[in-house]
């Protein structure tokens, strides 16, 4: 999302998806996971408007859709592909805002070569390093940034990239290759024609298992319900994340909302729905190990010597990331406080550094190889909840000290005495030398703090209880953790790196008896304050010239006017639909994002029924229902002079106001490293071959094939055939992800009570499986038992003549709690997206038997045997 | 995990449920919750009753020795049921709690104003009558346990008709006569098997006309049952007990016949006759959870009711 | 005799209107559930809101193979039961899902606050009452576990409770959240239902708004049909109602109940013969004298 519209957030909110036309839930279970934002669903189902559900099980979305269509877990790209190709083929994209709102007019560089020419790779591939250079992907003329730390990740091969020359040179506003007309071969348009012209209805219908009318069924609802007077919207979630080449399924979407001109504009865009509560909050304020505070890429360790050095290599000079100086500075300001100046680099040199991929597998492979040996496990329950979660609990079991803090003892924090490899004897506890520190943890019922949802929407929660015994807030353990090594710190006097710890401000209020730690005042600190300690109204008002503070940039305006906003609860009974004063969004409070584009180039409304946001000539400014995603007084016509910088450099007809060009990005030429466009592959394990090239698999994806990290043997290969079907996994209504908070609690217990798997009742008869018996399951890491749920929900897959069985189970269950079971995770690998290192959990292989697994010794001699058939080594 | 909690939870090895009548075969009704301590009242209670009424009447025919034998049966057949009432109750603490309301439309609170008056009359009656001690007084109150006998032996049958269990609601118009038949076969019974030698006759006569009206009424409440709910007294348990009944009851019906001539047969007569009546009422009980655990008896008598009167639930 | 079996009669066509209104000026407009079973989307946050509302404990971890309904019926302690019903009719192999008829039926059950209750005509003790908004509700502390209504009840809702500490040996069933009505909040499963499937108010105007809703899907959905939401059937109407997309057995749900006292009258009448002949009998036993 970030690459190709500019920010890394749901372009939309759940409430507007009553205003749609026609919606397309794809990559997600809506009605299961995300139950009460499906009400707007419902309710645009109710108003008329087409409801299309494309997943391989028929689930309780599903069942309210008026359209089911199976399809192969983890072909997705070929199904949007077969979308594309049918709007481009029949011409149904809306011209009028491709050519003025997205880069399709763009001519790019002579030497771009696409994976039709170079059988399944792009030009730049280089395979000594495993990766692509961009620079033969760049516009013709001009060098693409890619929004800054918005792109969805990088490799160290793009980060070195990041010192090369660049060209910006946008004329008066606008690439200085194009053709409005859309006919020169090289411009977007005509290679994204070429590039899809492969993903016929017929092919489509090869690799994914429709039927080609399905696609064209859904294709046309599409296009019908696009245009000026109707818009569609797609949803999707984590079974487009989590593959191999995730991003590039969001990708897919991103063109065909462009191209239909569907973003930025009420009842359109693409709703991400995120997972846990504040999950789109832990990346804006990131857990993550690339990013800082408002996506500000964290500087690395060899590219980034100084501030100025960070911000011009990180920065563009064009868009909203022009500003990168001003973010990064109230940034270190609020940090840093006093200690940072203009003549110390407001201590940029205090930050951390990146030196490579420190995301949570290669950190679990670190402890494995001895390299970590610490570790905070807080919020997660990897043992349960992670990718290949046997070779996670040997992660844990290497460590030499573990911090957890739960609500309960969890999987993740008894796994020395209580885990499968235990039970086998594979590990023991007396050999395990983790010592582990259980610390209570509390619930957000009994603790003030603020939640990001899945719509970028900040909602303030109250404490309604202390929390009892020990338990403690997030807040209170890491500040007061904090506080404790300040001191020691300042008792040992000058270690090196002591400044970093020493400088940091470090002083919120605290409250009552156990010290609490004002949240309101860290919500206040991320909206940052002036040069008189004032509450910023908006990041338009940022600084770089140190006399701002802001600790999140994209959160400036959060508590405007010294007033919590993320706390207003304003029924939207009492206010316009959009409900502007219930909680607070970034950026700006806004709802919809682009939304300038919901107006015509002139700044009209395309439609009455879907006005939105437009300019009002009287006024001369913009005005509708929401905040304009838009200067507020710029001028439709505005054109900028050629050499612009930052937003000036924005024409008046461009919504994408953080791209470095304000166009949306149909081709991506800078900041994704595995192609500017999506094309298809075929998961790491699959049953068959990819159909479409001699490249089997995302060539760009990363692997880690290591002991207890094996991968089931390829179709090509000798043993190809070991593993016949699909595995895939998911989420059920009634528990929540690793189920430490679910299977902890009797009412959610009962009504999930066992740990099952999904079969039709044709692979049933091929296996002999019975319903409600036992079924065991295996790949070559591990085995695990379910019972048996046969159900014409799941449909066996007709592929190019093949019939294609698939195993699908939730991933709830573990050891602990009131209701126990198998992991699903158990038998997963580790393979990434090399762009956002997400793991594959939906399409993998796998062999499925009657009956219950072996136990104990048995466990692992059926495992060696599997191994050996899969002619591995022992293990 | 208790059963209760899951009525027939048990996995169907077929998957696909469409072989299964209703939603998953699960019962629509509650089956009761009663225990065997239920049929055994209808039986214990019933006996009492009528044992109560010959009793009286033997008492103005002046044959005092019959007369005190179906006293003793109504006391025995009283104190067993009070036990049997109270133990079932889940509550046994807050059995007064009946008593506190008169509420004509619940045949148990209704029952509970009979089995009150006619319990409480039989113990006074059974007291003076041991004890020796007012005599006159403890005669009034055996004419008044007399006056509710037949009410006690026959409530029971509307109590039970009056639910939604199948096997009982749609027999409920011939099952007082049931009820009222096996009484009078039980209550001879008593007679038959503790009578004094030789003068329980009209014992015999009254296990005579109550065997005989039992397979009267038997039949009387197959035909109101219908061929699809009859079903559930010929399955299982209720099969059993009820072809048990039937078999007991005729034996013990030819017994009496040489009851005066060997008095022994008289006693074993007597004996059958109570077991017949034991089996019949453990076999209505049966077929009342069999009828309530399987939808198919409520879905088959609806139907068949739409399709005669016209669906009055759903609407389309 | 028959002044008696006139009274019986006579209570039995009290209608939930008649009861009501013995609360006089406390008296509410009757309260009750449309549940449009087209809206559900088979998340169960009913049937756990209720739970927590009303402090039930879980009745039990079992697999049932049911679909996703490892609840199976409303009990003592499960006072709203979400049904799953998986109706497909495709040829094996094929994967064509549009082929016939593909559904996915879910519907939310609970007790159906009868204008002609079983439960409470058959209460012995009077702990089930007919409250001021209409709905039916058992009382706990008055309930001596007789077990009478659970058999009374047209629809299987009622159940024991049988846990130590959890109200063990009395009956349990829906209150239409009496708690919650008293001061003017709608009941927990409604509140939580995100969907509307479950819309709580005046049974007046839902009786209106279920026909309305009927008409306005008829076309669109196979089968659709109102359930007891009419006075015209043998339980008077419910104060629940629902939206159904099949036959009411499908869910479980008795296709044309009636409530079991309507004919007590003339049960009695029955009883009241055989009584008669069996003093008959016994005179005759004792009478003929040889
Ligand atoms: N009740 C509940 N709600 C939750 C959660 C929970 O655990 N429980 N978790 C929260 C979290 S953390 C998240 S991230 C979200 C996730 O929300 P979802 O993304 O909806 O979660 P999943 O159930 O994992 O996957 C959704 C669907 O993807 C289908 N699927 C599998 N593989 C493929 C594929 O290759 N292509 C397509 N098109 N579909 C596929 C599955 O059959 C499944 O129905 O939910 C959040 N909400
Ligand atoms: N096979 C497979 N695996 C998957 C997925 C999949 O679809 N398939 N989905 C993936 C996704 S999207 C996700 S998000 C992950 C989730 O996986 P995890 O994050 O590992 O699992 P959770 O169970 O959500 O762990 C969160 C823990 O945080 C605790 N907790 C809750 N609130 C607080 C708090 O305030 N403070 C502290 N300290 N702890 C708290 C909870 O009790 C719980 O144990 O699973 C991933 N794994
Ligand atoms: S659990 Fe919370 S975030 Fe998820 S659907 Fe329910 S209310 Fe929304
Ligand atoms: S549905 Fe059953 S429990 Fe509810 S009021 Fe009617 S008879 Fe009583
Ligand atoms: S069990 Fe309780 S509520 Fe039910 S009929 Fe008996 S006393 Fe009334
Ligand atoms: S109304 Fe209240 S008691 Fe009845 S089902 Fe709903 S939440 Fe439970
Ligand atoms: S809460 Fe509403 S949508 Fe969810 S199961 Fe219950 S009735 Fe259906
Ligand atoms: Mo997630």
Redesign the interface.
Known sequence: MGTSFGRGGATTFQQDLQNSDCIVIMGSNMAENHPVGFQWVMEARERGAKFIHVDPRFTRTSAVADLHVPLRPGTDIAFLGGIINYILENDRAFKEYVVNYTNAPVILKDDFEDTEDLNGFFSGWHEDKNGYTFETWQYKGMDLHGAAGQREGESSLAKMEAFRQREDALKHGEPPNMDKTLQHPRCVYQVLKRHYARYTPETVARICGVKPEQLLEVAQAMCDNSGRDRTSAFAYSVAWTQHTFGVQMIRSAAIIQLLLGNIGRPGGGIMALRGHASIQGSTDIPTLFNILPGYIPMPHAKAHHSLKHFIESEGAKTGYWGNLDKYTVSLLKAWYGEHATDENDYCFDLLPRISGDHSTYRSMMGMIDGKVKGFFCCGENPAVGSANAGLQRRALASLEWLVVRDFCEIESAAFWYDSPEIESGALKTEEIPTEVFWMPAAAHTEKDGSFTNTQRLLQWHHKAMDPPGDARSELWFYYHLGKKIKALVDERGDEPHADAIKFLTWDYPEKGAIREPDAHMVLREINGWDENGDALPAYTKLKADGSTACGCWIYCGAYKGEENQTARRKSRMEQSWVAPEWGWSWPDNRRIIYNRASADPDGKPWSQRKAYVWFDEVKGQWTGYDTPDFEKTKKPSYTPETGAQREDAIAGWHPFIMQDDGLGWLFVPNGIVDGPLPTYYEPHESPVKNLLYEQQSNPARQKFPRPFNEYNPSPSSEHGGQFPFVLYTYRLTEHHTAGGMSRTVPHLSELQPEMFCEVSPELAKLRGLEHGKWATIYTVRAVIEARVMITNRVQPIRLNGKTVHSVGMPYHWGRRGIVTGDSANDLLHIALDPNVHIQETKGLTCDILPGRRPRGKAMLEFMEEVRAKAHLEKA | MTSTAHGNGQINAQTLHEDRPGYYGRPIVKPPEWTDLIPTYFFTGGMAGTCAALGFAERIAKNDALARTMLFGAAAGTAISAYCLIADLKRPERFVNMLRVFKPTSPMSMGVYIFSAFGGSVTLALASELTGVLRPIGRIFEGIAALFGPAMSCYTAVLIGDTVVPAWHYGRESMPALFAATSASTAGGWGLLFGPSGRSNSAQRLALIGGAGVMLALEKLHQELGPRQKEAYQTRQAKMFGDTAKMLNMAGLATSLFARKVPVMGRIAGAMLLAAGVCERFGVFRAGCISAEDPSYIIDAQRERIAREGNRASSN | MTT?ID??AL??MTSAKAEQATYGENEHARKGFFTDT??C?????C??AC??WNQL?????????????????L?G?TWRHV?F??Q?E?P???????AGM?????ESDVCKHCTHA?CL???????IIRTEFGTVVIQDD???????C???????????K?QEGEG???MGKCTLCYDRAKIGEEPACAKAC???SIQYGDVDELRERAAAR?DQV?ERFD????????E???VGGGGSMWL?LD???????????VV??K??P???K??G???????G??????????
Not at chain 3, 57 to 73: I, K, L
Not at chain 3, 223 to 230: E, F, I, K, R, S
């Open positions: 008696f009274i019986t209570a039995h087209t809206l989307i088979g998340c169960k946050a049937e756990v739970k927590e404990p879980s009745d039990g971890y079992e697999f049932t193979g049911q679909s996703y309904d490892n609840t199976g019926e009990n302690y049904a019903v998986e497909f495709r094996p192999e094929a994967q064509d899902s549009s593909n559904r996915w039926l879910m079983g005509d058959a209460c012995p003790t009077g702990a008055v309930c001596n576990g007789c077990g009478y659970v058999v009374a009840c047209p629809f299987g809702v009622i159940g024991e049988w063990k040996g009395t995100p969907t509307h009927l008829r089968g659709a049909q109102l359930y007891l939401n009419t015209n059937d043998g159904l036959k009411p057995e499908t869910y479980g749900l008795p296709p044309d109940p079991p006292t004919h007590l003339q049960m009695w029955k009883a013969i055989a009584m008669l002949m069996l003093a009998a016994v005179t005759v036993a004792a009478g003929v004298r040889k």
